[in-house]
């Protein structure tokens, strides 16, 4: 697959011009000058035989989200995204109000059926993972650099975007204003939570600010790209929350008291642990769970995410007793991530301070209570998902292993040969 940038054409009013200038359109993620993770399905090519073999595009698609699906499955497979900068294409953006706010629900919808079928490409909070870079339409914050290289060296100058602070990034985030609005309006029970007040000020006129600037080249009609790039962040947010991508979405399928485990295994034909690992991991990610494989400094082989309070990491150890018999642990272990302690310890306090105020201390405490419990589930499903594939690895017969090892080192093959 390749594909290059698009342009909209000159605007014919004031509506189209403000819709160009807002966020939200068709763009590319770039991971080199040539190489891309994703190019939008209005300007690619693809060759036929690649999308026979992928099966074509998934129907489940329908809003958007089919190219990006597209994208990924071919870098899965081994093959690579191209991107060529002069193969340009118009593309016309939406003509009213109301259509562009329906595409931008609609990129909701999407970015939902794209989490279910990719959850570790999905943060916890249901925001997308993306390596490359993300180019095209206007962004929040970040100053433009020109690019001179070590004393002046550079063939040719070229402007590059700093990225953008954590202040300038939030007027694309608007669960954190959605929370301080709730604390604020909490406030009226309990006096000392009007202390976010003036956070939540300080984050609208931010917002505003930097709507304002991102809608610069809007012209005359900024003012209205200044109010579409506000209501674009939360219209998708709303797309997404009505399909069911939202942080307190259930974690996954199954649950296991989360405490530690130890599982023995043992086999009468050798494998590679890296092999029996890969397998798992394979097995996890087909029942659809979010799991991550341990770096080179980790103490750990994989991790299954449960959600944005807890999840579990697995650790294999095999011991080789001659003529290929192998005695493989694994080693299953909850884990609670730093946030669950600190909110469940920061509600605590808050609950001491709130004194005399019975109603502002059993909120706070019922809050505290959820959390720590929404935080046992999420390791207790993380749990879950990573006995589930030691159970079916314990229960696959050698031939099948076998017949899963072959397969895997066919699919390697055809990955090098592609490559």
């Not at 999308?51 to 990924?72: K, S």
């Not at 009505?242 to 399928?253: A, I, N, Q």
């Not at 770096?295 to 990491?313: I, P």
Request: glycine residues 10%; aromatic residues 6%; positive net charge.
């Amino acid at each position: 697959m390749i594909g290059g940038p698009n342009v909209p054409p000159p605007p014919r009013n004031l509506v189209e011009r403000a819709v160009a200038a807002a966020p939200g359109g068709p763009v590319h993620v770039l991971l080199s000058d040539q190489v891309a993770e994703h190019v939008p399905g209005c300007n690619l090519a693809v060759r036929r035989e690649v999308v026979r073999e992928l099966g074509g595009f998934d129907p489940r698609f329908r809003a958007a989200g089919d190219d990006v699906d597209l994208c990924w499955r071919i870098q899965e497979s081994g093959l690579t995204v191209g991107f060529e900068p002069a193969a340009m294409v118009w593309h016309h953006r939406r003509d009213s109000i109301r259509g562009y706010l329906r595409q931008q629900r609609g990129y909701g919808k999407a970015e939902a059926l794209l989490e279910r079928k990719w959850p570790e490409r999905y943060t916890a909070l249901g925001h997308a993972i993306w390596r490359g870079r993300v180019y095209g339409g206007p962004r929040w914050g970040g100053r433009v650099r020109v690019y001179h290289g070590v004393w002046g060296s550079a063939p040719f100058q070229r402007l590059y975007r700093s990225p953008a602070s954590l202040v300038e990034l939030l007027p694309s985030t608007p669960e954190w204003t959605f929370v301080l609005a709730v604390l604020t309006a909490l406030g009226g029970l309990w006096r000392p939570l009007l202390a976010a007040a003036p956070l939540l000020a300080a984050i609208v006129v931010a917002s505003v600010a930097g709507a304002y600037r991102a809608a610069a080249g809007a012209g005359r009609a900024r003012l209205l790209a200044t109010g579409l790039t506000l209501a674009q962040p939360v219209v998708r947010l709303w797309g997404r929350l009505d399909h069911g991508l939202t942080p307190w979405r259930r974690p996954g399928v199954g649950f296991a008291l989360p405490r530690p485990r130890t599982i023995p295994l043992w086999s009468e034909s050798w494998v590679d642990p890296s092999d029996r690992l890969a397998i798992l991991e394979e097995g996890c990610r087909a029942d659809g769970a979010a799991v991550e494989a341990g770096g080179d400094f980790d103490r750990w082989d994989l991790e299954a995410r449960g959600g944005l309070l807890g999840s579990a990491r697995l650790t294999l150890v095999t011991e080789e007793h001659g003529g290929g018999r192998q005695l493989v642990r694994f080693r299953v272990r909850p884990r609670l991530s730093l946030a669950g302690p600190a909110l469940t310890a920061l509600a605590a306090a808050l609950v001491l301070a709130a004194g005399g105020s019975r109603i502002a201390a059993l909120s706070i405490a019922a809050t505290a209570a959820l959390l720590t419990a929404r935080a046992v589930l999420e390791s207790g499903v993380a749990c879950a998902v990573l006995l589930r594939g030691v159970r079916r690895q314990r229960e696959l017969a050698d031939h099948d292993l076998a017949a899963a090892l072959a397969r895997r080192a066919r699919q390697a093959r055809i990955r090098v040969a592609r490559a």
